[in-house]
């Protein structure tokens, strides 16, 4: 799988993963007639099905275009460490919680993503989240539980 298709398969999972809510009936429908042998033609025919879907997975495919050309030339993508340290007012919470504000931080969901896929491909991973009968969930109780 290119790398192109790695991301398209990381904006989709962390798309779903962004939804708030379940998704519609009929989508979910849709999503658990798709297995592991999806291609990039049903992801971008599933991201239509669901406008809020849709959305979100430009804005990741955006990100993830834009950060991983930064990644491949080796330059950091994460905030500078000098200004968390000088910044006090922050205080760190647990992201277990499955809340959707624990969702701002991409390049971390992505890392957590790429560690859980690596021995299986996002084929494999996505295909379970696809045939939960919640995705939105489904996602989050994979991901979520690593962070």
């Known amino acids: 799988m290119s790398d192109t298709q790695d991301e398209i398969f990381q904006a989709f999972i962390v798309a ?9 009936a009929a989508v979910q429908s849709e999503f658990n007639q798709t297995d592991e042998t999806c291609t990039v ?15 979100a997975y430009k ?16 330059l950091d993508v994460l905030p500078d460490a000098e200004s968390e340290i000088n910044n006090t007012t922050n205080i760190e919470t647990d992201n277990s919680a499955s809340d959707i504000s624990d969702l701002t931080n991409l390049p971390e969901i992505i890392d957590r993503i790429e560690a859980k896929v690596q021995p299986r491909g996002f ?14 969930q489904a996602s989050r109780d994979t991901i979520l539980v690593l962070m």
């Open 16 to 24: 779903i993963l962004q939804q708030t809510e379940p998704l519609p």
């Open 59 to 74: 804005n990741n495919r955006v990100w993830l275009k834009k950060h991983s050309s930064q990644r491949s030339k080796g």
């Open 123 to 136: 084929k494999t991973f996505l295909g379970k989240i696809l045939q939960a009968k919640d995705s939105v």
């Open 41 to 55: 033609t049903d992801i971008l025919r599933l991201t239509k099905l669901h406008p809020p879907l849709l959305a």
